[in-house]
């Protein structure tokens, strides 16, 4: 019966820890999976017919280039599954500079978030090129901003 109860006990002990352990955790890598939810509302900034039905040249490239750091942190297999119109909303009422100032607080924010040392080799290149696309459509936003401040 002692033994029946320390059994028990110590299953109970077990089945408890293994709990704690993997109940909470949100994943291997839960900067990627907030930085791809930085990087969609970001976009969503930046996105077509978000505010005037225009978007010129570099407004397209900058999505491009998210677009592609999106990509390169899926094929990372860190996929939440969500699309790329699941972001916050987007401020109907915020004009062109404000929306861009927004972008590149979400791209800073990407950024940031895998940027951190990567203990997987296999998936340095991927963040690599992730964060060089990031890089990319933040040089192209802050001279969105440097033009929009000049009209």
């Keep these: 019966m ?3 109860r320390y059994c028990a006990v110590l299953l109970f002990f077990v089945a408890a820890c293994a709990a704690l352990t993997f109940a909470d955790e949100p994943g291997r890598h839960p900067a990627y999976l907030h930085a791809l939810t930085d990087l969609r ?9 978000t ?3 225009r978007m010129d040249r570099e407004e397209d490239h900058a999505v491009a280039e998210i677009d592609k750091a999106i990509g390169e942190i899926k094929r990372a297999s860190i996929d939440d ?3 790329l119109n ?3 909303p987007v401020d109907a009422h915020m004009g062109h500079r404000g929306r861009y100032h927004r972008a590149l607080e979400l791209l800073d924010k990407a950024h940031n978030d895998i940027a951190r040392e990567e203990d997987d080799p296999s998936v340095r290149g991927l963040r690599n090129r992730a964060l060089r696309h990031i890089d990319e459509a933040h040089r192209i936003v802050e001279h969105l ?3 929009a401040s000049n009209d």
């Excluded at 509302?41 to 017919?49: I, P, Y």
């Design 2 to 4: 002692k033994t029946a």
């Design 41 to 49: 509302h970001a976009r969503a900034h930046l996105e077509r017919g």
């Design 51 to 53: 505010w005037s039905g």
């Design 81 to 83: 599954g969500k699309n």
């Design 86 to 88: 699941d972001h916050p």
């Design 145 to 147: 901003v440097a033009q």
